[in-house]
Every structure is written in structure tokens, then in C-alpha cells.
């Protein structure tokens, strides 16, 4: 490798850490969103998680952490788990966890939602150069668009990661779901108070709190939490709140 190539991101193995193995096509789609984020970066702020070892755990292994039942099911051609369920992921930024899900489960149709149109331009140019085309973009606010009929209650799984305080990420995430869908909420710490106020958020956004997962990342023994809520009832139409 020249002193001009970009840096390769890290294997080692360290995949395992989720329980899956991604095949060769999609560790080069990793290693060029890779390169295509640090591209952009020149040109946007989209990331300061550049070095390969950090964007690998903290980037592509954390996105893929809140949705490791489903990879895993994947490698054992599981079809009821698998099938093909619409997603989004609010508040997108960069592409994160929205793009590394898309990458490795090809059979779902991913959303990325963003209300910066800078970036969503930017992620319409990445998508084409990745040949991902299970991925399409929408440019606005999820409060606005969480309203709109082609969008509220349409998808199977919602995705939300630091995005603001829980509360707000359920109010945002339980609106875009059918009943029976799963928002996945992606959080570092988490306190019992905060768990309090969380539950009563989502009993009034028609959701329960299915399950809290605590875990620690593979290479910097970071903690991080992922909340898992499900839908049981229609949330009413005075949601998601403005927020600002």
C-alpha cells in the first residue's frame, strides 16, 4: 500500500464480536463507505470519528450491534425473521446506522431520513458509488414527515441514534411504525431515571419497552445500551410534538 491509499479498516476476526461474518462483497462496501466518508469529510462535517480502528467499532460495529438478532438469523437463512421489512433511520447524519444495515441485510429497504439536504446529498452520491439499492433518502424533520400519510405508520423497524434524549427519540421513532413494529434506540449511558421517564413516554405513544440491552464495544470497552420498544397500539395524531 502507497503512503497515498487510504487506510484499511481493521479485521483481525473482530466481526465475531457480533456473531456474524459479512461476506467479501460487503467487508469492500465497508472498506469504500469508508473511504467515501473520509472524502466527504472534506468537503462537509459529517464525521470526527476518522481513524479506521474507531470508525470500524464505533461507527459500522455499533450500528450493526442494535440489530445483531437480525444478522444473526440471517446467517441461518431464517425467512420469518428476515423478511423483507421496511426501516428507517432518523436523523441519519452520515449515513449511520442506516447504510451498515442496508450493506448487510440486502432483503431490507432502508430509509435514511435527514433534515440537512447537504448531507442528503451527499448520501444520494454515496448510495450510487456503493450500488446500494436497497436505500433511499428523504430530505426533513421527523416531526413533519412522522405526519405525513405515505410515512407515519408505514415501517417494520425504526432506528434512532444520538439523535437527543430518549423521550424525544420515542417521540420521533414510535409514530413511523405499524403496529407490531420495533424502534431501536441507540444510547450510551443509561439511568433509572431515565428509564422512568422513558416508560411513560412510550405508554402514551402507544409503544411498551421490550427490551434494554447493556454491552461493552469489542476494542475500547466502551458501555452502551440499546432500547428495543414495540408498537401495540396506533399512536395518536398530536405526535411526535415540535421540537426544537
Given at each position: 500500500?502507497?503512503e497515498?491509499d487510504?487506510?484499511?479498516?481493521?479485521?483481525?476476526?473482530?466481526?465475531?464480536?457480533l456473531?456474524?461474518q459479512p461476506?467479501?462483497?460487503q467487508?469492500?462496501?465497508?472498506?469504500?463507505?469508508?473511504?467515501l466518508?473520509l472524502a466527504?469529510?472534506?468537503?462537509?462535517?459529517?464525521?470526527?470519528?476518522?481513524?479506521?480502528?474507531e470508525f470500524?467499532?464505533?461507527?459500522?460495529w455499533?450500528?450493526l450491534?442494535g440489530?445483531?438478532?437480525?444478522l444473526?438469523e440471517?446467517?441461518k437463512?431464517d425467512?420469518?425473521l428476515?423478511?423483507s421489512?421496511?426501516v428507517?433511520?432518523?436523523?441519519?447524519g452520515a449515513?449511520f446506522?442506516?447504510?451498515?444495515?442496508a450493506i448487510?441485510?440486502?432483503?431490507?429497504t432502508?430509509t435514511l431520513?435527514?433534515?440537512?439536504?447537504?448531507?442528503?446529498?451527499?448520501?444520494?452520491t454515496?448510495l450510487?458509488?456503493?450500488d446500494?439499492?436497497?436505500?433511499n433518502?428523504?430530505?426533513g424533520r421527523a416531526?413533519?414527515?412522522?405526519k405525513?400519510?405515505?410515512?407515519?405508520?408505514?415501517y417494520d423497524?425504526?432506528?434512532?441514534?444520538a439523535v437527543g434524549?430518549a423521550?424525544?427519540?420515542?417521540e420521533?421513532?414510535?409514530?413511523?411504525?405499524?403496529?407490531?413494529?420495533?424502534?431501536v434506540l441507540?444510547?450510551?449511558?443509561?439511568t433509572?431515571?431515565e428509564?422512568?421517564?422513558l416508560?411513560?413516554a412510550v405508554?402514551?405513544l402507544?409503544?411498551?419497552?421490550e427490551?434494554?440491552?447493556?454491552?461493552?464495544?469489542?476494542?475500547?470497552?466502551?458501555?452502551?445500551?440499546?432500547?428495543?420498544?414495540?408498537?401495540?397500539?396506533?399512536?395518536?395524531?398530536?405526535f411526535?410534538?415540535?421540537?426544537?
Amino acid at each position: 500500500m502507497s503512503e497515498t491509499d487510504p487506510p484499511l479498516l481493521p479485521e483481525m476476526g473482530l466481526w465475531q464480536h457480533l456473531n456474524w461474518q459479512p461476506t467479501t462483497k460487503q467487508q469492500y462496501q465497508f472498506q469504500r463507505l469508508y473511504e467515501l466518508i473520509l472524502a466527504g469529510n472534506r468537503q462537509l462535517n459529517l464525521t470526527r470519528i476518522t481513524e479506521p480502528v474507531e470508525f470500524w467499532e464505533k461507527h459500522l460495529w455499533d450500528s450493526l450491534r442494535g440489530i445483531a438478532p437480525f444478522l444473526q438469523e440471517s446467517e441461518k437463512k431464517d425467512e420469518t425473521l428476515n423478511s423483507s421489512f421496511k426501516v428507517i433511520d432518523i436523523g441519519t447524519g452520515a449515513g449511520f446506522p442506516g447504510i451498515p444495515i442496508a450493506i448487510s441485510l440486502p432483503h431490507w429497504t432502508v430509509t435514511l431520513l435527514d433534515s440537512t439536504r447537504k448531507k442528503i446529498t451527499f448520501l444520494n452520491t454515496l448510495l450510487a458509488q456503493l450500488d446500494i439499492q436497497n436505500a433511499n433518502t428523504v430530505t426533513g424533520r421527523a416531526e413533519i414527515v412522522g405526519k405525513q400519510r405515505s410515512y407515519q405508520q408505514s415501517y417494520d423497524v425504526a432506528l434512532i441514534r444520538a439523535v437527543g434524549s430518549a423521550t424525544i427519540c420515542a417521540e420521533y421513532a414510535l409514530p413511523f411504525l405499524k403496529l407490531g413494529g420495533l424502534a431501536v434506540l441507540y444510547r450510551g449511558n443509561w439511568t433509572t431515571a431515565e428509564l422512568e421517564a422513558l416508560q411513560n413516554a412510550v405508554e402514551r405513544l402507544g409503544g411498551v419497552i421490550e427490551a434494554t440491552e447493556s454491552f461493552t464495544t469489542p476494542l475500547s470497552q466502551s458501555i452502551r445500551h440499546c432500547l428495543y420498544l414495540r408498537k401495540v397500539a396506533v399512536t395518536q395524531l398530536n405526535f411526535p410534538v415540535q421540537l426544537v
